[in-house]
């Protein structure tokens, strides 16, 4: 009797039990001091303290960002350029002001002989030049009959002969004359030059293009057992003087020695005005310091 009086009292006291432990867990929740602002787990990716990998606001990224981002060697030089077969840096260098010489610096005059119409004007010209150095003498011949090749090459072919009766000892080539831009009417010429020169000028910074050019030039000289020495200008070609960026200068002579050449002659013209400053006259004769440092500048 007793019990059924008393069972809805105990179902009351049931179902009013979990609600009351919830509500004593919230107010107990409640009671805890929010996290600090800006504290976070080392795995969480929330604001705030940054890991060693994250980039902080502000702050450039340092890791790479691909090849072309990259310091490569060209930039910072190398530890001393290394190879068997020596590596001559001729100039033909007429900037206004410029040091009256600059073989302290390792680099080796050359002589180019620009007048070529006539017998007694190369025999004169070509003694004298070679009295002067006594190295290569480069004949700058950019005029040529173009409509008669075989006109164009008896006269190169006479020049080359004219010019070792001035000097039979002397070493003599053309500009931008070598095998890859020979007709077949030409070919002859390739037996009677001591050197290939070809022109290596640009008006671009594509190094890929500029890399691989100067090794099939290269590699065409010496299939026929000549030396080739590649002709640079510090001024990109048609752009009115704007120097060459010295990145890319760097890159040239560096390319030029991994790519085989000889050497390479360095052309200007006195039309421009020396500057110690020039970025390409810095990574010069930061090169010629590598080349020293490797045992290949020539003395």
């Not at 002589?111 to 190369?122: A, D, P, S």
């Not at 090749?149 to 000097?167: D, F, G, I, P």
């Not at 080539?173 to 030409?186: D, E, H, I, Q, R």
């Not at 000889?262 to 200007?268: L, T, Y």
């Amino acid at each position: 009797m007793i019990a059924r009086r008393l069972w809805p009292f105990l179902l009351a006291a049931a179902l009013l039990c979990p609600m009351t432990m919830a509500s004593a867990a919230a107010r107990k929740g409640g009671d805890r001091k929010p996290e600090a602002k800006g504290k976070h787990d080392k795995h969480s990716g929330a604001k705030g303290k940054h890991d060693k990998h994250s980039a902080p606001k502000g702050k450039r990224d340092k890791r790479p960002q691909g090849k072309a981002d990259r310091p490569g060697p060209d930039a910072a030089g190398d530890k001393g350029l290394h190879r068997k077969k020596p590596f001559i840096v001729y100039e033909h260098i007429h900037n206004r002001g410029r040091p009256d010489d600059l073989t302290r610096y390792g680099l080796v005059p050359i002589e180019l002989c620009y007048n070529t119409k006539t017998k007694q004007g190369v025999l004169s010209s070509v003694k004298s030049k070679y009295d002067k150095t006594g190295g290569p003498v480069v004949f700058d011949i950019e005029k040529t009959n173009r409509a008669d090749h075989n006109v164009s090459t008896q006269h190169l072919k006479n020049v080359a002969k004219w010019a070792r009766e001035a000097a039979p000892k002397c070493k003599i080539g053309f500009y931008a004359v070598g095998p890859s831009n020979l007709t077949p009417l030409k070919r002859p010429i390739e037996k009677v030059v001591d050197a290939f020169f070809p022109s290596m000028y640009v008006h671009n910074v594509n190094r890929r293009m500029w890399g691989r050019t100067a090794r099939k030039l290269v590699q065409q000289g010496h299939r026929h057992h000549k030396p080739v020495y590649l002709f640079l200008m510090p001024k990109f070609h048609g752009r009115k003087g704007k120097d060459i960026p010295q990145a890319f200068w760097s890159f040239q002579l560096r390319s030029a020695f991994r790519s085989g050449a000889d050497g390479v002659v360095i052309w200007s013209s006195k039309k421009h005005k020396w500057s110690e400053k020039a970025g390409w006259w810095q990574a010069t004769k930061r090169f010629m310091k590598d080349l020293k440092a490797g045992g290949q500048a020539k003395s």
